[in-house]
């Protein structure tokens, strides 16, 4: 069971992307073992960091790649369901603070990284090594698009400012709104504020989930303002080679807006080939909590989910504040989705296995006595 749950599976991004070259061994609770040859097409080091973090689950000692004690687990696999996974559980998690900052806490214009989901982080990427700030990430192969255009999955989302250090939130199929991952879930200890003397809240601004363990596979992006990389020209989704996936004529088009093409900024995303779920920053009569469904061509629906239309008439703030959030705007900066079909694993699998067998020998010892 323990051995089961620490198998590094892969979203099924990852496994379609790679569906013709790789054998897949089908396991038993739904997990899915990639094959060798695909652990060393994505990298070697992936086999052996999974293999460490297998070991560090059941061990529970020493750092942790992302330089915490703990390591994250047991993963688990993208389904639709009504099952909302743990960060912790979730492997490939990558993120982006507004002001793009790395792993040690220094401004770093286009940096995104790695974090575990118990306040765990390291460096994966950068996207803009000249000067733009990272506001979206996605894979070209989204797990759980298709389920959030069903209904069937939680969307996650997170707001501008991630006021009371609340990062992402999750709204389920019926539309009920919870938190998933604060600002310590994130990144714990944050980093420190300017006087030094405490950890500064940040705010989220780009997400990307289900994927391998400290592999970069956001591989879809935008930056803030929409620029390229090298600030030449601009460019709404780009490719991780920075090639051109939409212009910005093709997002204002999209949302029937062509007269905006050169003011627009899309800053949150999901891919699925040439379809994306998208919002935008704050512009004219948007303010910023419309998700549009696209298909790549013509024009693009507001997205339907949790039992709402996310429109602009969508008053974002007063329904969080009815589950008990308040939020600074109805700007959503990030998108994503989780879902299982549940139950969840146990946490902790390693330890309660380790709590067992001591208890176990003390019941022995007690009957023999
Ligand atoms: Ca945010
Ligand atoms: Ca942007
Ligand atoms: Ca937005």
Same mark, same amino acid.
């Given at each position: ?14 496994? #379609? ?26 990298? *070697? ?40 996974? #743990? ?89 009920? *709104? ?192």
């Amino acid at each position: 069971m323990a051995i089961g749950h620490c198998i590094i599976d892969f979203k099924r991004k990852k496994l #379609l992307a790679h569906s013709r070259t790789t054998h897949l061994l089908s396991l038993s609770a739904g997990l899915l073992l990639p094959s060798f040859r695909l652990l060393a097409g994505l990298g *070697v080091r992936l086999g052996v960091t999974s293999l460490l973090l297998c070991a560090g689950n059941a061990l529970a000692s020493g750092n942790t790649s992302y330089g915490v004690p703990t390591p994250p687990g047991p993963f688990l696999t993208p389904i639709p369901g009504t099952t909302l996974p #743990l960060p912790r559980q979730v492997p490939g998690k990558e993120f982006s603070t507004i002001l793009d900052l790395n792993a040690a806490n220094s401004p770093t214009p286009g940096q995104s990284m790695f974090w575990d989901g118990l306040g765990g982080v390291s460096d994966a990427y950068n996207y803009s090594s000249t000067r733009g700030q990272l506001d979206a990430l996605a894979n070209a192969d989204d797990a759980l698009f298709a389920a959030v255009r069903a209904n069937n999955t939680f969307l996650l989302l997170s707001m501008q400012g991630d006021l009371n250090r609340n990062s992402v939130f999750a709204i389920s199929p019926t539309g009920t *709104v919870s938190l998933w991952a604060s600002n310590s879930t994130v990144w714990n200890p944050a980093p420190l504020d300017g006087t030094g003397t405490g950890p500064a809240a940040f705010d989220l601004d780009a997400l990307e989930i289900w994927g391998p363990e400290l592999i970069v596979d956001a591989n879809r992006f935008s930056l803030e303002f929409d620029v390229l990389p090298d600030g030449t020209g601009s460019a709404s989704v780009m490719h991780l080679d920075n090639s051109v996936q939409y212009t910005r004529e093709d997002i204002a088009a999209a949302i029937g807006r062509p007269d905006l093409a050169d003011r627009i900024d899309l800053d949150a995303l999901m891919v699925k080939g040439d379809d994306l779920l998208f919002s935008i920053q704050p512009l004219d009569e948007f303010d910023g909590g419309e998700i549009w469904d696209w298909s790549g061509t013509g024009l693009a629906s507001f997205l339907y989910f949790g039992e709402r239309t996310w429109n602009t008439e969508n008053n974002i703030k007063d329904y969080f504040w009815g589950y008990g959030f308040d939020i600074s705007n109805d700007n959503i900066d990030a998108l994503e989705a989780a879902s299982v079909p549940g139950p969840l694993p146990i946490v902790g699998l390693g330890a309660a296995f380790g709590f067992s067998r001591r208890l176990r020998s003390r019941i022995k010892a007690r009957v023999q006595t």
